[in-house]
């Protein structure tokens, strides 16, 4: 299967439109014609309806394998090219929001460096791609545990900080004043999402091991990335958010209760791309030094 003609397939029942992925991909319309009818004369069947333009059935099936398929090609390209790449004299990191800690922050050089702030699920991607030369990703985990990270690539993962994890709630709530919370006693509470800014309901639900989709109910979707905004939603009693307990300091109104049951932690780990060419150098191998000591 050619990746080119994939790659097209893709793009035209992203875009429904012939003429949109041609835009998009820099070819004629009648390339991009050509291009899918070969792919369905590879694979002996239709891929895509014209009228609409919307994938067939097995154009859905083979949509589901395409992502991977194509990434793994861009990671395996960006690998080998690492081979002839001059050193590098600037550091490109991709980090999820709550990566970004007063720790990893002091390790970064100080200058010639471009931060990106990315959705969890897209840093291992940016690593393994050559879009980051290291990446800063957070989770929950129990104590010691790694981070379950997407298989995109050959990457090297290193724990850099472990912290207790706790749910913000307005000072005047209820539970404010106990020592300690169990998640159990908070599935039916309504909740913030905001999958960037904190922790994902959706890991929530998966950590509590109930019934697929119980509980954790939204009470109001946040998009941002500002872990502060989230924290003050929780403040102003718009629904319960859980966060590591260092990025609850100082947030007007709220309190901040341990969570103390399942036994978890807020983990941040560096992404470095593994393979055979060798040790980190330069700015990344200083950027992950200094995240691994004690004082950056």
């Given at each position: 299967m050619d990746p080119h003609l994939l790659r097209t397939y893709v793009t035209v029942a992203r875009l429904a439109?012939?003429?949109?992925?041609?835009?998009?991909?820099?070819?004629?319309?009648?390339?991009?014609?050509q291009h899918i009818a070969a792919l369905e004369t590879d694979l002996g069947l239709p891929l895509l309806t014209r009228r609409p333009v919307a994938p067939t059935p097995a154009g859905e099936r083979?949509?589901?394998?395409?992502?991977?398929?194509?990434?793994?090609?861009?990671?395996?390209?960006?690998?080998?090219?690492?081979?002839?790449?001059?050193?590098?004299?600037?550091?490109?990191?991709?980090?999820?929001?709550?990566?970004?800690?007063?720790?990893?922050?002091?390790?970064?050089?100080a200058t010639g460096v471009t931060l990106r702030a990315l959705p969890r699920?897209?840093?291992?991607?940016?690593?393994?791609?050559?879009?980051?030369?290291?990446?800063?990703?957070?989770?929950?985990?129990?104590?010691?545990?790694?981070?379950?990270?997407?298989?995109?690539?050959?990457?090297?993962?290193?724990?850099?900080?472990?912290?207790?994890?706790?749910?913000?709630?307005p000072a005047h709530h209820?539970?404010?004043?106990?020592?300690?919370?169990?998640?159990?006693?908070?599935?039916d509470a309504r909740w913030l999402d905001a999958p960037a800014a904190g922790i994902p309901l959706d890991r929530l639900r998966a950590v509590h091991g109930g019934p697929a989709g119980r509980g954790f109910r939204?009470?109001?979707?946040?998009?941002g990335t500002d872990t502060r905004t989230l924290a003050a939603l929780a403040a102003a009693g718009q629904g319960?958010?859980?966060?590591?307990?260092?990025?609850?300091?100082?947030?007007?109104?709220?309190?901040a209760v341990p969570l103390v049951a399942p036994r978890l932690v807020h983990r941040t780990e560096l992404l470095l791309p593994a393979g055979a060419h060798g040790e980190p150098s330069g700015p990344v191998a200083e950027f992950a030094r200094r995240l691994k000591s004690r004082h950056p």
């Open positions: 439109s012939f003429s949109e992925a041609a835009r998009d991909l820099g070819y004629t319309q009648s390339a991009v014609s083979l949509l589901e394998h395409a992502g991977a398929l194509l990434l793994r090609l861009d990671a395996a390209r960006a690998d080998l090219g690492r081979f002839a790449a001059a050193p590098r004299a600037t550091l490109g990191v991709a980090a999820s929001p709550l990566a970004l800690t007063p720790r990893t922050l002091a390790a970064l050089p699920e897209r840093v291992p991607v940016a690593v393994a791609t050559g879009e980051a030369d290291a990446g800063l990703v957070d989770g929950i985990a129990a104590p010691s545990d790694p981070l379950r990270l997407p298989d995109v690539a050959p990457l090297a993962a290193t724990g850099v900080t472990e912290e207790p994890l706790a749910v913000v709630l209820p539970l404010a004043a106990r020592p300690g919370l169990r998640l159990d006693d908070l599935v939204t009470a109001l979707r946040y998009e319960l958010a859980l966060l590591p307990l260092s990025a609850t300091d100082g947030v007007p109104g709220a309190a």
